[in-house]
């Protein structure tokens, strides 16, 4: 892939609405893989007093649709299935890494495990099934363009 290609694509997923809402950071976009950071802030929290399941399935979620559109064409989820296994705190820094592990026509599996930064836990893990669509948001056409 072209890196003017791979700067369009990057630049596409960077301009996430709900990620920059919730302060989610693309840090590493490769085809096939991603790795996303959120710091956990107060209003993160549930009525318990820990990060709330939706931030950390976002955060998963996120990891999952950059890495799966990493290759510029149009990839949507098909199916999510997440296993919460720690607790995490405000002041937690988390971080959602996305592999590619299965590809077959326009379907693709993903795995995805999401851990705390300042104890190295796994805080949730997840197994996603992406759909490619026959459309491109950065065709194919402008690798060197």
């Given at each position: 892939?072209?890196?003017?290609?791979?700067?369009?694509?990057?630049?596409?997923?960077?301009?996430?609405?709900?990620?920059?809402f919730l302060g989610v950071k693309v840090e590493?976009?490769?085809?096939?893989?991603?790795?996303?950071?959120?710091?956990?802030?107060?209003?993160?929290?549930?009525?318990?007093?820990?990060?709330?399941?939706?931030v950390i399935f976002s955060l998963g979620d996120?990891?999952?649709?950059?890495?799966?559109?990493?290759?510029?064409?149009?990839?949507?989820?098909?199916?999510?299935?997440?296993?919460?296994?720690?607790?995490?705190?405000?002041?937690?820094?988390?971080?959602?890494e996305a592999i590619e592990q299965s590809q077959?026509?326009?379907?693709?599996?993903?795995?995805?495990?999401?851990?705390?930064?300042?104890?190295?836990?796994?805080?949730?893990?997840?197994?996603?099934?992406?759909?490619?669509?026959?459309?491109?948001?950065?065709?194919?056409?402008?690798?060197?363009?």
């Amino acid at each position: 892939m072209g890196k003017n290609r791979e700067k369009k694509i990057n630049d596409y997923i960077q301009h996430d609405p709900f990620a920059q809402f919730l302060g989610v950071k693309v840090e590493v976009l490769e085809p096939g893989h991603s790795r996303v950071t959120l710091t956990i802030t107060e209003n993160m929290l549930n009525f318990h007093g820990i990060t709330h399941g939706g931030v950390i399935f976002s955060l998963g979620d996120m990891a999952f649709a950059a890495a799966s559109n990493s290759y510029g064409q149009t990839a949507v989820a098909l199916n999510v299935a997440i296993n919460f296994l720690k607790a995490t705190k405000s002041g937690d820094c988390l971080i959602a890494e996305a592999i590619e592990q299965s590809q077959s026509g326009p379907i693709a599996l993903y795995d995805i495990s999401i851990t705390n930064d300042r104890t190295g836990d796994i805080v949730a893990k997840s197994q996603d099934l992406v759909y490619r669509k026959k459309e491109w948001f950065v065709p194919s056409e402008q690798i060197e363009g």
